[in-house]
């Protein structure tokens, strides 16, 4: 008999063992933690978007009915007077 081990039996690491090999090394380096943060600063701000921007646009929409009725009282106003230059 002899000592050496054999490879033979055993599977070599399949693609996807070496692809997430190759992230985490990825990850874990300065380069990728750059990434990661900036995706996640990117998630975050498109999620906050999604979420904030329901209410405001009920709220400029309001303000922006509120203009127009506030013009439309002022314009009848100055046809009540006869305002002219």
Same mark, same amino acid.
């Given at each position: 008999?002899?000592? &050496?081990?054999?490879?033979? !039996?055993? *599977?070599?690491?399949? %693609?996807?063992?070496? /692809? ?5 090394? /990825?990850?874990?380096?300065?380069? !990728?933690?750059?990434? #990661? ?5 990117? #998630? !975050?701000? =498109?999620?906050? *978007?999604? %979420? &904030?921007?329901?209410? *405001?646009?009920? @709220?400029?929409? /309001?303000?922006?009915?509120?203009? *127009? &009725?506030? %013009?439309? &009282? ?6 009540? %007077? @006869? =305002?002219? @230059?």
């Amino acid at each position: 008999m002899s000592s &050496e081990v054999s490879l033979e !039996g055993r *599977e070599r690491p399949g %693609l996807v063992r070496r /692809a997430a090999a190759g992230c985490a090394r /990825a990850a874990f380096s300065q380069i !990728g933690l750059v990434i #990661l943060v900036v995706i996640y600063v990117l #998630l !975050g701000a =498109v999620l906050f *978007e999604y %979420l &904030e921007s329901g209410p *405001e646009v009920q @709220k400029r929409s /309001a303000i922006q009915r509120s203009r *127009e &009725e506030c %013009l439309k &009282e002022l314009w009848a106003i100055t046809v009540l %007077l @006869k =305002v002219q @230059k």
